[in-house]
């Protein structure tokens, strides 16, 4: 708990030792099916030895209690866990026996699991289990994490109680993700912004956005979902480094207002007059910009709400010096990717049941072609690309602006945008 000789804090101890945890119990969640007993026993006793620090973290509430004859009231003090970790704490408990209950359940299934490569020996004959889906269609998930285990279903996929089951699970699942999340960004929300951070920042927002950012984000029209588009999305990497320099774009004007803000008031005492109106004037542009990132840093997570954490985040992670925060933080954090993990697998799951049953209802059709009956083909579910897919990713350049937004942000600069630095 002390950090160890590495001079570390507490609180980001703490934190290491959950999210290490974590990876050695949850790490190799390739499959759906029961945790091993002696990995659940580790997690459990473990939580609960990091966890017991915060029954020391505690404020103090009124409290009525009656005399021991009965004959009055009289109020005192008393002490409960401090209100961040009163509500959240207990949540996360039950999201963290929720997910664990989850896999539980899946102990006997009508699927199971094959390694990459092996050669499966059956009856009548071997079948070779390769990338691609017995469709003939590799699924991304499948295609981009090949070390993971093949999942194969029955020759006429799986019964229909089993999809249904599949189908809730997945929608729980995604609500206890949704959950999570919730948490863990209203934590790093109320964390202190470390000085290292605000120190590295540039000194203007257009030296940290670009010229073609910040042009859009002054113009006299301005459109966040216009200029998201605009933007090259294509990959995790390019979106996140954008996302970073908006967040620093949005705190380095903020940093302006409150200094101009701080002048503004002592020099209200003064007999300055003009001095005062320009102050002014850059006060409402920096508080106006930044108003503007934070459209545009919000509109981003939300088409991208599994981006991974920003420079900022990593900042206050690594800089916290509260225990509580770290906690919830981190305990948060790790039920959040347990949740996405469960939530990818049974996407393979029912991705290669969808393939399995369009290829036992398509090859008697095709047969049946051949004799000329019929023409028509059975419809099945479609599995829409992550927007973060390998085979989207593009190592071009960075910005490519269609030709409408190219004549559009031509006209801006004919305009009047706002007054820059």
């Not at 999201?95 to 199971?112: Q, T």
């Not at 840093?297 to 981006?307: D, E, H, K, Y």
Request: charge should be neutral; aromatic fraction near 8%.
């Amino acid at each position: 708990m002390s950090g160890g000789g590495k001079g570390i804090s507490t609180a980001l101890a703490i934190s290491n030792a959950i999210t290490n945890l974590s990876a050695t119990v949850f790490g190799e969640l390739w499959k759906l099916e029961p945790l091993a007993p002696e990995k659940k026993l580790m997690w459990h006793r473990e939580m609960e030895w990091l966890l017991c620090v915060s029954d020391s973290i505690v404020e103090l509430i009124p409290s009525v209690q009656e005399f021991p004859g009965g004959e009055g009231t009289f109020e005192v003090m008393v002490t409960r866990p401090r209100s961040d970790l009163y509500i959240n704490l207990p949540a996360l408990k039950k999201v963290d026996a929720m997910l664990l209950g989850m896999l539980d359940d899946f102990s006997d299934s009508e699927f199971y699991y094959v390694d990459r490569g092996v050669i499966v020996s059956g009856a009548d004959n071997c079948e070779r289990h390769s990338l691609s889906s017995p469709s003939g269609r590799p699924s991304i998930r499948q295609e981009e994490k090949w070390w993971l285990p093949f999942p194969r279903v029955p020759p006429n996929g799986l019964s229909e109680s089993v999809t249904n089951r599949l189908q809730q699970c997945k929608e729980w699942t995604n609500q206890i993700l949704k959950a999570a999340m919730a948490i863990n960004s209203s934590v790093l929300a109320e964390m202190e912004i470390p000085d290292v951070y605000l120190d590295s920042l540039p000194k203007s927002g257009k030296a940290c956005l670009g010229e073609t950012i910040y042009r859009s984000i002054t113009a006299r029209q301005f459109s966040p979902e216009c200029l998201l588009d605009y933007l090259d999305l294509s990959s995790e990497y390019t979106t996140l480094e954008i996302a970073n320099r908006i967040e620093a774009a949005i705190h380095i004007w903020r940093q302006k207002y409150l200094k101009r803000h701080t002048n503004h008031t002592k020099a209200g005492r003064s007999s300055w007059g003009g001095k005062v109106k320009v102050l002014v004037g850059y006060m409402e542009k920096n508080k106006l910009l930044a108003q503007r990132a934070e459209t545009i840093l919000q509109n981003l997570r939300l088409r991208f709400p599994g981006l991974p954490q920003t420079a900022l985040d990593m900042a206050k992670i690594q800089y916290n010096k509260d225990v509580g925060q770290s906690i919830l933080e981190s305990y948060s954090r790790v039920m959040e990717s347990l949740a996405f993990n469960i939530m990818a697998r049974i996407d393979d799951l029912l991705y290669i049941d969808d393939a399995t049953k369009f290829r036992a209802v398509a090859e008697p059709i095709s047969l049946f072609k051949q004799d000329g009956y019929g023409d028509g083909c059975p419809l099945r579910r479609q599995i829409l690309p992550s927007p973060f897919s390998i085979q989207n990713t593009s190592y071009v350049s960075q910005i490519t602006a269609p030709a409408s937004y190219s004549s559009a942000m031509k006209e801006n600069r004919d305009g009047n945008p706002i007054d820059r630095n």
